[in-house]
């Protein structure tokens, strides 16, 4: 048997071998033109823009199809349902187009009032004669040539506002209680009104918004782990305490017991997708939409895809979200705005795991829920809203260091001339800094006219036993520091979610290549 010595320079003969063609394949992506064109400084905002427009012409295209039949069987034109969904689009462009434009800084001082009026705005859908009911639920405004669903507008509220709050937070070197408070009660409060319409669906988006900002905004993996346990339970308690819900669940573990029942629309769905095969029927030829597959336009869509449009529009569909996370955590990670990051961040996560709970259910892994697949489901409040989030992702991609830079030497490029878009502004820690303590300032009460101010206690050493300290940020420049750590902080805290200086390059910043 040979000695350890003995294979010691056979196994570094072997490991230079697979650096050296690791290296050799990296070089030869770097020297495609997908990778030339990555390397761009405005490709992030381009990639998120083509994404949305795809994303939603195909959405037109396949609730125009699916959607004809029906439509044309209550006694109305085959192009009812898909004019709505027109409009709707040509609505979320203005959103799209209205959130491109706003300054960040502006964004993040109306966060909370308009957080707060989504709030309102779910209380008054529950008073009767204010909201509308249907079917059994009141979830929406019937402002006459539209119905608005207040439940999508605290989705977007709920990111923009709670990605200020931590990022503010962040900055301050704030404690694991200054994380949850207020934002936990505050997205509870949401969930709960949600709950009260009753949306299900709508509720576990909600709550899969607020777990992406927890789990974004660096919450101990031991407290994440607690509070993801402790919704998980409540979604399956409030699964199985209405009817129609445990219907669902009972139907998913015994999807045979009632096939022309509870079961019948996910059995459908399985056989659509079974007989479009690998190249599909043909866009618009197909079987199901012809009263087989209820709400084929709206939540199985999915299915109508795989059906006229095979496997291959399926895949299409998937690589298109696939090539979004991509996007959305190469923004977050080229940002050197913390709230940026966390913003996009968390709207890339929620919406990511929409898409995968629609397709989930359709496919058969996972229980009927009602969540649509963003953009291209029938649904005229999902769709608008979706738009602008998307919108919001847009403009967080023009506010990279390096894309800051282009703007500002010109090199803006045709699209943005033609939307007429302003140059973003380049964050600045000190500045910011600077604001938040303006602020602080403004918002400390002064002190009463012949009144001695309280003397402040002296401050206690940062350590021994039972002496209070800050909670400090965990340096992970290495992987040694990481392993080595015995702080309770998170993980996950990386310098790609810490607030850093502005700088042009990757280089800089530390990420080496």
């Not at 937070?169 to 009104?193: H, N, S, W």
Request: proline share 6%; net charge positive.
């Amino acid at each position: 048997m040979p000695s350890r010595t003995a294979q010691t320079p056979a196994r570094a003969a072997t490991d230079s071998g697979r650096t050296a063609k690791d290296s050799a394949a990296t070089a030869r992506f770097r020297n495609t033109w997908f990778a030339a064109w990555l390397a761009r400084p405005l490709a992030s905002f381009h990639l998120v823009v083509a994404i949305a427009v795809l994303l939603t012409v195909l959405g037109l295209v396949m609730v125009l199809s699916a959607s004809s039949v029906e439509s044309y069987a209550v006694g109305k034109s085959a192009y009812s349902l898909f004019i709505q969904q027109a409009m709707m689009a040509l609505f979320g462009a203005v959103l799209f187009y209205i959130a491109l434009r706003i300054p960040m800084r502006v964004m993040r001082q109306l966060s909370f009032p308009v957080f707060a009026l989504s709030v309102v705005l779910l209380v008054l859908v529950l008073i009767p004669g204010i909201g509308l009911e249907v079917q059994g639920s009141r979830r929406w405004f019937d402002l006459g040539f539209v119905s608005v669903q207040p439940s999508e507008i605290a989705k977007v509220t709920l990111v923009v506002w709670g990605a200020h709050l931590l990022a503010s937070r962040q900055t301050e070197r704030a404690g694991y209680k200054d994380i949850l408070m207020p934002l936990v009660p505050a997205g509870l409060l949401v969930c709960f009104l949600v709950v009260l319409e009753p949306n299900l669906s709508t509720t576990i988006a909600l709550g899969i918004v607020l777990s992406a900002l927890l789990w974004f905004g660096g919450l101990p993996l031991r407290m994440f782990v607690t509070i993801a346990v402790s919704g998980a339970v409540a979604a399956g308690i409030l699964a199985l305490s209405a009817g129609y819900r445990s219907d669902r669940m009972r139907a998913f573990f015994s999807p045979g017991d009632d096939p022309q029942g509870i079961g019948y629309q996910a059995r459908q769905a399985l056989y659509s997708l079974a007989d479009g095969g690998i190249w599909g029927r043909g866009l618009g030829q197909s079987r199901a939409k012809w009263s087989y597959l209820p709400n084929a336009h709206n939540d199985f869509i999915f299915a109508i895809i795989g059906e006229e449009l095979g496997f291959l529009g399926c895949a299409l569909v998937l690589g298109l979200f696939a090539l979004f996370v991509y996007a959305g955590l190469r923004i977050a990670t080229r940002s050197v705005d913390p709230f940026i990051r966390l913003l996009t961040a968390s709207a890339t996560t929620w919406i990511t795991a929409q898409a995968l709970i629609n397709v989930g259910y359709v496919v058969g892994l996972l229980p009927v829920t009602g969540l649509q697949l963003p953009l291209v489901s029938a649904g005229g409040s999902s769709l608008a809203i979706t738009l602008l989030m998307f919108g919001i992702i847009a403009n967080a991609a023009r506010h990279e260091p390096e894309a800051v830079a282009a703007l500002h030497a010109g090199q803006d490029g045709r699209f943005s001339r033609l939307l007429r878009l302003p140059v973003p502004e380049m964050y600045s820690p000190a500045r910011a800094q600077a604001a938040r303590a303006r602020s602080t300032a403004k918002a400390k009460p002064k002190p009463k006219s012949g009144v001695k101010p309280a003397p402040q206690r002296r401050a206690l050493p940062p350590s021994g036993r039972g002496r209070s300290e800050p909670p400090r940020r965990r340096s992970v420049d290495s992987d040694t520091a990481r392993r080595t750590s015995r702080s309770t902080e998170s993980w996950r805290s990386t310098r790609a979610w810490e607030p850093s200086y502005p700088t042009k390059h990757d280089r800089d910043r530390g990420h080496s290549r």
